[in-house]
């Protein structure tokens, strides 16, 4: 007998073992191959609208036939200049069923100017730089300056007059005229609006006397004359305006261009972020999406690798904080 309950005691005692180590074992993964096997959620940090929101729309219309018929959802999450939907992803797990849609802001500037619930250094994982849209300096159409100089100069004579429109403090488009009024020595008073349809309607409205926005959400505008371009903001020419100057001929050095990409949870499994890249670099490639960022959205396909993206987001890591100190950018 007390041999039979040493058998029970040990079998009792393996079965235990076992339990313990199938509990404590990791999960196997789904093969990258199987990703995606539900929809995939793509969080943006402004409304609905702008041109960040029409971007990650034309992803999604060409996502589902290379993602094993599952749709790519925007959600429109706004607030803190994009750091709340960034860190929102940050927080999730690295399966590929969040993600961000990342700029300059979040993801480059804002840890610079206030504490951040993460580190854009390390809560990320790049998927792939999709893209980069030019963006001009615009100013309601019932002011009389027909140069940026003009504008400048007036601003100058009557410090905290004029305003401008944003999409929130350390969005781009605030950290963009920060620069732009520093470097000009003018002081104006930011305006914040949740998207840039919101903050080219204020323009058209005459409620904000200037504001940066892209030429995607603002040429037909333009071209009607219902609101007048003064400069690009990056020393690229724009061949849908050709006759406005960049900002760097008044105000010599400046160079600043919006860039949008694709970024996961920090510790993502590299197959698993090849494969996204590679499913989203199809997407790019598809004749209606191309048409649709190129032509409707006046913007610069990038594509390429996460490597790639990862060395991009780097360099504006680096280059941003001094830019922020020179400038005296600050959440106001």
């Known amino acids: 007998m007390p041999s039979a309950v040493v058998v029970r005691r040990n079998g009792l005692a393996i079965a235990a073992l076992a339990a313990g180590l199938l509990a404590s074992a990791p999960v196997l993964a789904q093969s990258p191959a199987q990703w995606p096997e539900r929809p995939v959620r793509l969080l943006v940090p402004v409304g609905a609208g702008g041109a960040a929101d029409a971007l990650s729309r034309n992803l999604a219309n060409g996502f589902s036939q290379f993602a094993n018929g599952q749709p790519l959802v925007v959600e429109n999450r706004v607030g803190a200049g994009g750091t709340i939907a960034a860190a929102a992803v940050a927080r999730e797990k690295p399966d590929g069923y969040t993600l961000f849609l990342a700029e300059v802001g979040p993801n480059a500037v804002s840890h610079t100017l206030a ?12 998927i792939i730089h999709v893209a980069n849209l030019p963006a001009v300096v615009l100013i309601r159409p019932t002011l009389p300056y027909a140069t940026l100089a003009d504008y400048i100069a007036a601003a100058k004579q009557q410090p905290g007059k004029f305003n401008y429109a944003s999409a929130g ?19 104006q008073v930011n305006v914040v609006y949740r998207s840039g349809a919101e903050m080219l309607t204020s323009l058209l409205r005459n409620d904000a006397d200037t504001a940066i926005i892209t030429i995607s959400t603002s040429l037909g505008q333009i071209r009607e004359g219902k609101i007048r371009a003064l400069a690009g903001a990056s020393e690229r020419p724009m061949p849908q305006l050709p006759d406005v100057p960049p900002v760097a001929k008044t105000i010599p050095g400046f160079d600043v261009g919006v860039w949008h990409g694709i970024v996961a949870p920090a510790g993502m499994d590299p197959a698993l972020a090849a494969h996204i890249n590679g499913i989203f670099n199809k997407v790019l490639q598809v004749p209606s999406v191309r048409t649709a960022i190129v032509d409707a959205q006046a913007a610069e396909i990038i594509g390429g690798t996460p490597q ?23 959440l106001q």
Request: proline share 9%; no cysteine; net charge neutral.
């Open 308 to 330: 790639q993206f990862d060395a991009f987001i780097k360099s504006e890591l680096q280059r941003w904080p001094e830019v922020v100190k020179t400038a005296g950018i600050k």
């Open 169 to 187: 403090l350390g969005n781009w488009t605030h950290l963009f005229m920060a620069y732009l009024n520093s470097r000009a020595g003018i002081d």
């Open 115 to 126: 504490p951040l619930p993460y580190d854009p250094h390390t809560a990320f994982t790049p």
